[in-house]
């Protein structure tokens, strides 16, 4: 499980700085996918399958469909229809391809070694987390909770903007 933990750790790190340097917030976000699935599986080989599963359904499932509804929002026109032609070429998918195979055999090798396996620590269950969120820890999530409700509204708000400044252009032609 030592390894399975180093690498899944490697490949967190790896994919993270892709998400960092990429110019590209779409190319971005599938390196963000595969960095949150590898902390998932970190957490799964710590003794954590509950925050592992919670990780994969609320971060690589539903977080990722907003942050490409808001990429979607913002990207409207004409030029847009050209540039998600041009967003995922076949040569893009090689990178978070390989890593995520990667991840893949290391779930399916953890999987198959059974629970003798697991790391010498104690199992944290759903109580234990809802206890810990809402207890000390329930300014953080409200804050959180804050911050993305900011972030869907000023991204209305700048989807208005560009449709109002393109409405302007052509009217003006």
Do not use: C, D
């Amino acid at each position: 499980m030592t390894l399975v933990f180093y690498v899944a750790s490697a490949i967190a790190l790896l994919s993270t700085i892709m998400v960092v340097t990429r110019y590209n917030a779409v190319h971005a976000l599938l390196y963000l996918v595969v960095s949150l699935i590898s902390i998932a599986l970190i957490f799964f080989v710590l003794g954590a399958p509950f925050i592992a599963l919670l990780e994969v359904i609320i971060y690589a499932g539903a977080i990722m469909v907003l942050f490409l509804f808001v990429i979607m929002m913002l990207n409207l026109g004409e030029i847009a229809v050209q540039k998600e032609k041009e967003w995922l070429p076949k040569q893009m998918w090689i990178g978070p391809g390989i890593l995520s195979g990667i991840l893949f055999v290391l779930i399916v090798y953890t999987l198959l070694q059974g629970e003798q396996q697991w790391a010498i620590v104690e199992m944290i269950g759903p109580a234990e987390v809802g206890a810990e969120l809402f207890g000390p820890y329930i300014i953080g999530i409200q804050l959180a909770g804050l911050m993305l409700l900011a972030g869907l509204i000023v991204a209305t708000l700048l989807s208005k903007r560009v449709k109002f400044k393109e409405k302007t252009e052509k009217e003006n032609k």
